[in-house]
């Protein structure tokens, strides 16, 4: 019996299971010639990589698929294919031997690849219907992720040939080190000049001047990122093919295809060309952020500053964050030798569903191990979850500009990232499901689930809390202003002492100030001499000059005025209690600034404090409507919790907040503008309430910084996010 009637007789219950083998079994494909096999190891199991050279594509393989490769020579078979691959798979010890079935599955996904040699029958048509739409699957993706539209352009490949020797010194191992000591040194300087990085104001990043700036600089920084790519693929041998512009959220990025180096059999080189765009892009926010502590002019700060944002926090958040599908994603598959990680984890939540939830038995998890089930499911988890935020935040950014068009895109991307994947899942499911108890069983559980979520957020009620922030304060009497600028000389008192009115508290230098009184002093007598020379012969120039005289004689006294107020002295009898902890010797202080308390009661013989809060409209009105109860927490002790008391909510409503610690320059929660150099000046308007708390124990300075959570009675969900709603279109209606 020849070896291929061996064969079909072995396989003959695979051929009554597929129908299409009696049409296809004379067929003798071929693997073509633009395909490479290379051999790869994923987490000690063997694999091959499939490389089609032609459309820079990479496709996994199986021992079994390779083998049933191996034996395509255009000469053989069908059966002949199947019998030469199990006997070779048999010699070396494995159990699972290919059926019919996994070589027409096999010849299928090979020709939708274009990766096959042979006359197809035209009755197997079907096949080339799948090639059809996996070419137009690219515009379905396209339409299916609204934030993102890719566009090809060209093919950079004989650019990056140019720069090859360019790219063969960037691999070298001394630019490694030059990144390290670059990058690291960066972060040194961060940590030094750490409080003028944490006075960068968030308001200020956000105006639309610097996102005109941000929406110019991201495509430039994303160039040289690609670039990175690019070059790194071509030192170590790949090619790129396809370059091109890539929509994100309206802003065009560009891209090359560097999918080449999936076919590198070094791991190392593999993670280099994934982490060469954001090693280039921390690299340039090292060397931006050494520019901006050196440079004094505005725009270039600005510039400086994006670059440096977009450097580091963008690249660690987006770019390099492994739970979206972008560089960090990559680099994880490949440091992890877990390809299609994202893919893995989507099918191990299903199983889980379907198992546990629904009771199937037939499914199969992707993990191997419960080591594996955990992390794939975490990170299943972890990736929906992040996905969600990310878009909560492009849909908040967006309602500032056009609540009409994010309400649009909340349609968009929900339909078709939830709603129509949901759909799609459940069809199939109760497709292959052929069980009748098994169908109504998932039908019972989802229904009763569904119940359960709108029972949950429609009827049971769950806490609510608003939080803002609050300063521990004291009546306008009791502050005590710089009467001139000038740095500070001399600290006669410390923190918490009891002073004598009049007693001196600090020293100001400031030597201009007196060259200025000087020069006033010599102006008023030279005028005082004139008016007197002309008093006799020129009277009305006479008077004009005594105009004069009284001008210059009301700013020499307020130069006087400024000079004596150089030492700075207590108003009252009291206790003084410092602003700022940043009031030390060498600091410079503007005319105005608020240097200290003086409590003329005494501290120790208060029992209460007061703290005055900031509240936006929206908190105003849940805090007017219903407060249960008011808990306070003081900054450098939060694990204590004071009673709060409710004293009275001032009638003003305007834009000035009362200390410059509530706003988000000084570390607050409410956006300040940006043209406010002393942080004060709110972008919304703002109520004050004042807050009565016992007077804890331990050390308290006027000025500090208090947490108030007023805590309201529970409401279900449906009717939070009704109110968050309503409240969003309100602020769109009057902006």
């Given at each position: 019996?020849?070896a291929?009637?061996l064969?079909?007789?072995?396989a003959?219950?695979?051929l009554?299971r597929?129908?299409l083998?009696?049409?296809?079994?004379?067929l003798?494909?071929?693997?073509?010639s633009?395909a490479?096999l290379?051999p790869r190891?994923?987490?000690g199991?063997?694999y091959?990589?499939l490389?089609d050279k032609?459309g820079?594509r990479?496709?996994r393989?199986t021992?079994?698929?390779?083998e049933l490769?191996?034996?395509?020579?255009?000469e053989?078979?069908?059966?002949q294919?199947?019998?030469?691959?199990?006997q070779?798979l048999?010699?070396?010890?494995?159990?699972d031997?290919?059926?019919a079935?996994?070589?027409?599955e096999?010849?299928?996904?090979l020709?939708?690849?274009?990766l096959l040699?042979c006359d197809?029958?035209p009755s197997t048509q079907?096949?080339?219907?799948?090639?059809q739409?996996s070419?137009?699957?690219?515009?379905?993706?396209m339409w299916a992720?609204?934030l993102?539209?890719?566009?090809r352009?060209g093919n950079?490949n004989?650019?990056?040939?140019?720069?090859q020797?360019?790219?063969l010194?960037?691999?070298?191992?001394?630019?490694?080190?030059?990144?390290?000591?670059?990058?690291g040194l960066a972060l040194a300087l961060?940590?030094?000049?750490?409080p003028?990085?944490?006075?960068?104001?968030?308001?200020d990043?956000?105006?639309?001047?610097?996102l005109?700036?941000?929406?110019l600089?991201?495509?430039?920084m994303?160039?040289?990122h690609?670039l990175?790519?690019g070059?790194?693929?071509?030192a170590?041998g790949?090619?790129v093919?396809e370059?091109?512009?890539?929509?994100?959220?309206?802003?065009?990025?560009?891209y090359?295809d560097?999918?080449a180096?999936t076919?590198?059999?070094?791991?190392a080189q593999?993670?280099?060309v994934?982490?060469?765009?954001m090693?280039l892009?921390m690299?340039?926010?090292a060397?931006?952020?050494?520019?901006?502590l050196?440079?004094?002019?505005?725009f270039?700060q600005a510039l400086?500053?994006?670059?440096?944002i977009?450097?580091s926090v963008?690249?660690?958040?987006?770019?390099g964050?492994?739970?979206?599908?972008f560089d960090?994603?990559?680099?994880l598959?490949d440091w992890?030798?877990?390809p299609?990680l994202?893919?893995?984890?989507r099918?191990?939540l299903?199983?889980l569903l379907?198992?546990?939830?629904?009771?199937?038995?037939?499914c199969?998890?992707?993990?191997?191990?419960?080591?594996?089930?955990?992390?794939?499911?975490a990170y299943?988890?972890a990736?929906?979850?992040y996905?969600?935020?990310?878009?909560?935040?492009i849909?908040?950014?967006?309602?500032?500009?056009?609540?009409?068009?994010a309400?649009?895109?909340?349609v968009?991307v929900?339909?078709?990232?939830?709603f129509w994947?949901l759909v799609r899942?459940f069809y199939?499911?109760?497709g292959h499901?052929?069980?009748?108890?098994?169908?109504?069983r998932i039908g019972?559980?989802?229904?009763l689930?569904?119940i359960?979520?709108?029972?949950?957020t429609?009827v049971?009620?769950?806490p609510?809390?608003t939080?803002?922030?609050?300063v521990i304060w004291?009546?306008e009497?009791s502050r005590l202003?710089?009467g001139?600028a000038?740095q500070?000389?001399h600290?006669a008192?410390?923190d918490?002492?009891?002073?004598?009115?009049?007693?001196?508290?600090?020293?100001?230098?400031?030597?201009?100030l007196?060259?200025q009184?000087a020069?006033?002093?010599?102006?008023?007598?030279?005028y005082?001499?004139?008016?007197?020379q002309?008093f006799?012969?020129d009277r009305?120039?006479?008077?004009l000059?005594r105009?004069?005289?009284?001008?210059l004689r009301?700013?020499?006294a307020?130069?006087q005025?400024q000079?004596?107020?150089l030492?700075?002295a207590?108003?009252?009898?009291?206790?003084?209690y410092w602003?700022?902890p940043?009031?030390?010797?060498?600091?410079?202080?503007e005319?105005g600034?608020?240097?200290?308390?003086v409590?003329t009661?005494?501290l120790?013989s208060r029992?209460?404090l007061?703290?005055?809060?900031?509240l936006?409209?929206e908190?105003?009105?849940?805090?007017q409507?219903a407060?249960?109860?008011?808990?306070?927490r003081l900054a450098g002790?939060?694990e204590?919790?004071?009673?709060?008391?409710?004293?009275s909510?001032?009638?003003a409503v305007?834009y000035?907040l009362?200390?410059?610690?509530?706003g988000?320059?000084g570390?607050?929660?409410?956006?300040?503008?940006?043209?406010d150099?002393r942080?004060l000046q709110t972008q919304?308007?703002?109520?004050l309430?004042?807050?009565?708390i016992?007077?804890?124990?331990?050390?308290?300075?006027?000025g500090?910084?208090a947490?108030v959570?007023?805590?309201h009675?529970?409401?279900?969900?449906?009717?939070?996010?009704y109110?968050?709603?309503?409240?969003?279109?309100?602020?769109?209606?009057?902006?």
């Amino acid at each position: 019996m020849a070896a291929s009637e061996l064969v079909v007789e072995m396989a003959d219950s695979d051929l009554q299971r597929s129908p299409l083998w009696q049409q296809l079994q004379n067929l003798k494909p071929q693997l073509a010639s633009h395909a490479e096999l290379t051999p790869r190891n994923y987490r000690g199991e063997l694999y091959y990589v499939l490389h089609d050279k032609a459309g820079a594509r990479f496709h996994r393989l199986t021992a079994s698929a390779y083998e049933l490769l191996g034996a395509m020579n255009g000469e053989r078979t069908l059966p002949q294919i199947l019998h030469v691959a199990r006997q070779g798979l048999s010699h070396s010890g494995a159990d699972d031997l290919p059926d019919a079935e996994d070589l027409l599955e096999l010849l299928q996904y090979l020709q939708v690849a274009d990766l096959l040699i042979c006359d197809m029958p035209p009755s197997t048509q079907a096949l080339f219907a799948r090639r059809q739409q996996s070419r137009r699957a690219g515009w379905r993706r396209m339409w299916a992720n609204p934030l993102t539209w890719r566009i090809r352009l060209g093919n950079p490949n004989a650019l990056l040939d140019r720069l090859q020797p360019l790219a063969l010194e960037l691999a070298k191992p001394w630019v490694g080190v030059l990144w390290l000591v670059v990058v690291g040194l960066a972060l040194a300087l961060a940590v030094v000049h750490w409080p003028r990085v944490a006075a960068v104001s968030f308001s200020d990043l956000l105006s639309p001047t610097n996102l005109l700036l941000l929406w110019l600089t991201y495509p430039a920084m994303k160039i040289l990122h690609e670039l990175s790519h690019g070059l790194f693929t071509k030192a170590f041998g790949g090619n790129v093919y396809e370059c091109g512009v890539v929509f994100v959220v309206g802003v065009p990025l560009p891209y090359v295809d560097a999918t080449a180096a999936t076919g590198f059999s070094s791991k190392a080189q593999r993670l280099m060309v994934g982490a060469a765009g954001m090693a280039l892009e921390m690299l340039l926010a090292a060397l931006a952020f050494m520019l901006w502590l050196a440079v004094e002019n505005a725009f270039l700060q600005a510039l400086l500053l994006n670059i440096v944002i977009l450097g580091s926090v963008s690249t660690l958040l987006f770019n390099g964050n492994p739970l979206l599908k972008f560089d960090g994603y990559h680099l994880l598959c490949d440091w992890l030798e877990t390809p299609n990680l994202a893919s893995r984890a989507r099918a191990q939540l299903r199983y889980l569903l379907e198992r546990y939830g629904y009771g199937l038995t037939a499914c199969q998890g992707e993990a191997r191990t419960a080591v594996g089930a955990c992390w794939l499911t975490a990170y299943g988890l972890a990736a929906t979850a992040y996905r969600f935020v990310i878009f909560g935040f492009i849909f908040m950014l967006l309602a500032r500009v056009s609540l009409p068009l994010a309400l649009l895109l909340a349609v968009w991307v929900l339909s078709l990232q939830l709603f129509w994947p949901l759909v799609r899942y459940f069809y199939q499911l109760f497709g292959h499901t052929e069980n009748s108890s098994e169908r109504r069983r998932i039908g019972a559980v989802t229904a009763l689930f569904l119940i359960a979520v709108a029972l949950f957020t429609s009827v049971v009620p769950v806490p609510l809390s608003t939080r803002v922030d609050g300063v521990i304060w004291l009546p306008e009497d009791s502050r005590l202003r710089a009467g001139a600028a000038g740095q500070v000389a001399h600290m006669a008192v410390s923190d918490g002492q009891t002073v004598a009115a009049g007693q001196r508290l600090l020293e100001l230098h400031n030597p201009q100030l007196r060259s200025q009184l000087a020069v006033k002093r010599a102006q008023v007598q030279e005028y005082q001499l004139r008016a007197e020379q002309f008093f006799s012969s020129d009277r009305p120039r006479a008077a004009l000059l005594r105009e004069d005289l009284a001008v210059l004689r009301a700013e020499l006294a307020d130069l006087q005025q400024q000079v004596e107020q150089l030492q700075v002295a207590s108003p009252a009898d009291g206790t003084v209690y410092w602003a700022s902890p940043d009031i030390l010797p060498g600091r410079y202080l503007e005319r105005g600034d608020l240097l200290a308390y003086v409590d003329t009661s005494g501290l120790s013989s208060r029992r209460d404090l007061r703290v005055r809060t900031a509240l936006t409209q929206e908190q105003a009105g849940l805090v007017q409507k219903a407060a249960v109860n008011i808990d306070v927490r003081l900054a450098g002790n939060r694990e204590s919790v004071l009673p709060g008391k409710r004293l009275s909510q001032l009638p003003a409503v305007g834009y000035q907040l009362p200390s410059a610690a509530l706003g988000a320059a000084g570390g607050g929660r409410l956006a300040v503008k940006s043209d406010d150099a002393r942080g004060l000046q709110t972008q919304q308007q703002i109520f004050l309430l004042d807050i009565q708390i016992p007077k804890p124990d331990g050390q308290v300075h006027y000025g500090q910084r208090a947490y108030v959570k007023f805590i309201h009675p529970p409401e279900p969900l449906i009717k939070r996010w009704y109110r968050q709603l309503h409240q969003l279109f309100i602020r769109q209606l009057y902006k």
